[in-house]
């Protein structure tokens, strides 16, 4: 593990191209739903995480499962935290 205060998250971090755990993975499947009228775009998120000390502060509640939502074009930025590994709408 490392920690570098110049990051842009100065605490460990398990996102791909960081070496801060080196020997575990997390992989986030994400599947989007369109409404018949295209207004509204639902998520079904859900991780696959291999590093038994990360699970074990998330179900503490001393961490938890994120995704961020963003969009350039319209400005549009949402992060959603989860304890569970599915995020379902």
């Known amino acids: 593990m490392q920690f570098d205060l110049l990051r842009a ?3 460990p971090v398990l996102r791909p191209s960081v070496d801060d755990y080196i ?8 599947d989007f739903t369109q ?3 295209g207004l509204t775009l639902t998520a079904h998120v859900s991780f696959a ?8 502060e998330i179900e ?3 961490a ?7 969009c350039r074009d319209t400005y549009f930025r ?5 304890d569970v590994p599915t995020l379902l709408p």
Do not use: N, W
């Open 23 to 30: 020997d575990g993975d997390i992989q986030a499947t994400v």
């Open 78 to 82: 949402k992060a959603v935290l989860s």
């Open 64 to 70: 938890a499962y994120s995704v961020v939502f963003a």
């Open 60 to 62: 503490a509640g001393r």
């Open 9 to 11: 998250f100065p605490y």
């Open 49 to 56: 995480l291999s590093v038994p000390e990360i699970v074990a």
């Open 35 to 37: 409404s018949d009228d």
